[in-house]
């Protein structure tokens, strides 16, 4: 496509409830990055992918978060048993590999998720 | 690991007056330095980036950017700001090592009339 496309746009959902984040990146793009933003807060690093594999993995909050990425295309986000606290924006970026690690990242509108 | 950070949650500016916005970084080796915008319920945009060469880096919208190695700062600057300059700033570093990018707390710009 021609840009990061992610869905749903907007997730309400009951305290307890799984979700799955879906993000397409830019056709081509092997790295591939999800970010947390809070209402008031910056960008919290989640999890990048170069292609299938994710190196890190550390920003991942608690066990109760995956991620996983399939043909080095598609990525989907799960968090499992939601908490109130998990009610954020949550953003997938992807960057060529041409453009090594110099390369810009390229944003995706963002998945709205409320916890109820 | 590398990280960043934007001392200033807002900073408020009059339209035609020069603005700058202030990023300090910490990298254990040589750091790529990134600027991106957000606009109300929009994605990030790439404004511009440091990964070689002369200090001050020219990007989009006629903002500039200038990297310090000294003082490990990359401030994003514009000589006249305009009231659509208005937005989330957010300034962000990778390791050359490494291929995460990691992005600061966010600045809020006000431009006024």
């Known amino acids: 496509g021609a840009g990061v496309s992610q869905s749903p746009s907007n997730k309400v959902t009951e305290k307890g409830k799984d979700v799955e984040l879906r993000c397409d990146p830019i056709?081509?793009?092997?790295?591939l990055y999800w970010y947390r933003q809070s209402l008031g807060q910056g960008l919290e690093f989640l999890i990048y992918?170069?292609?299938?594999?994710?190196?890190?993995k550390s920003g991942l909050p608690s066990d109760r978060f995956s991620a996983e990425r399939t043909g080095g295309s598609v990525s989907t986000l799960t968090i499992q048993r939601t908490q109130q606290e998990d009610s954020a924006v949550y953003l997938c970026?992807?960057?060529?590999?041409?453009?090594?690690?110099?390369?810009?990242?390229?944003f995706g509108e963002g998945s709205r998720l409320t916890v109820l | 690991a590398q990280s960043v950070a934007q001392p200033e949650d807002q900073v408020n500016v009059a339209e035609g007056n020069p603005l700058t916005v202030k990023c300090t970084y910490s990298?254990?080796?040589?750091?790529?330095l990134f600027w991106y915008v957000q606009y109300p319920n929009r994605g990030l945009q790439f404004l511009l980036k440091?990964?070689?060469?002369?200090?001050l880096v020219k990007g989009s919208y006629g903002f500039e950017a200038e990297f310090n190695k000294s003082q490990t700062s990359f401030h994003l600057k514009k000589p006249s700001a305009l009231v659509s300059d208005s937005a989330l700033y957010f300034c962000?570093?990778?390791?050359?090592?490494?291929?995460?990018?990691?992005f600061g707390a966010g600045t809020r710009l006000t431009v006024k009339p």
């Open positions: 056709s081509g793009h092997t790295a």
């Open positions: 440091y990964i070689t060469g002369d200090n």
């Open positions: 970026a992807s960057s060529s590999v041409a453009g090594g690690n110099t390369g810009e990242l390229f």
């Open positions: 962000a570093v990778r390791d050359r090592a490494r291929n995460d990018m990691r």
């Open positions: 990298v254990s080796g040589n750091p790529y």
């Open positions: 992918f170069q292609g299938n594999s994710a190196p890190d």
